[in-house]
């Protein structure tokens, strides 16, 4: 079975730019998480999704970043402009059941560079 | 709200010996524990969770994990360590609740490193 898979691994942008993250979760997964991780400091939660509809967005930072998820399938995080300190790695996760119990999978992330 | 201290930024063990790799957390109700490992130039990979029943909590590449609720403390553990088990460690944290939603909360991460 796959797992989560995110596009690119990589991705080094300047200020002001616009830069398209996109995961891919386990096939059946109908829970999507975004983190991120930034200059070192532990991982911060973004957003949930349960199949198309967010579930909650209470650590999207600012209306620069926006996420998608149609269809319920694969998702996309947009930032628009980025900033410095918008550098980081963002991760991307699912789990099939949600709930507190339930396991997220994560995929092996994007390292966003903004220079 | 929810929190996760890993208080060592770095644990440096022999090769053999055993290692412990510790976090305690902090919720408002009953919490969910796991660990996450992340190899270099790799992603998150699940180790092992604490729901509920036995404190002692065993997973994946012989890590196991000890809940203690009086001292709200999960240490990972290893009897024996290896060279391969070199790797940044990161403990998360639920509220049985679900008072902070489903989202999983993290400590900074606790670098291993088993030397020959």
């Known amino acids: 079975e796959a797992g989560v898979t995110q596009f690119p691994s990589h991705s080094v942008i300047e200020k002001g730019q616009t830069v398209t993250l996109r995961c891919d979760p386990i096939?059946?997964?109908?829970?999507l998480y975004w983190y991120r991780r930034v200059m070192g400091k532990e991982i911060k939660f973004l957003l949930h999704?349960?199949?198309?509809?967010?579930?909650?967005e209470s650590g999207m930072p600012n209306n620069r970043f926006l996420a998608e998820r149609t269809g319920g399938t694969y998702s996309t995080l947009k930032v628009q402009p980025a900033e410095l300190e918008d550098s980081g790695v963002y991760f991307c996760?699912?789990?099939?059941?949600?709930?507190?119990?339930?396991?997220?999978?994560f995929g092996p992330g994007t390292r966003l560079t903004v220079l | 709200a929810q929190s996760v201290a890993q208080p060592e930024d770095q644990v440096n063990v022999a090769e053999g010996n055993p290692l412990t790799v510790k976090c305690t957390y902090s919720?408002?109700?009953?919490?969910?524990l796991f660990w996450y490992v992340q190899y270099p130039n790799r992603g998150l990979q699940f180790l092992l969770k604490?729901?509920?029943?036995?404190?002692l909590v065993k997973g994946s590449y012989g890590f196991e994990a000890e809940f203690n609720k009086s001292q709200t403390s999960f240490h990972l553990k290893k009897p024996s360590a290896l060279v391969s088990d070199s790797a940044l460690y990161f403990c998360?944290?639920?509220?049985?609740?679900?008072?902070?939603?489903?989202?999983?909360?993290f400590g900074g991460g606790t670098r291993l490193m088993v030397k020959p």
């Open positions: 996760a699912s789990s099939q059941v949600g709930g507190s119990a339930d396991t997220q999978y």
């Open positions: 096939s059946g997964h109908d829970n």
């Open positions: 999704f349960v199949k198309e509809s967010k579930q909650d």
């Open positions: 919720v408002s109700g009953n919490p969910y």
């Open positions: 604490y729901i509920t029943g036995d404190n």
């Open positions: 998360a944290v639920r509220d049985f609740a679900g008072n902070a939603g489903n989202m999983l909360t």
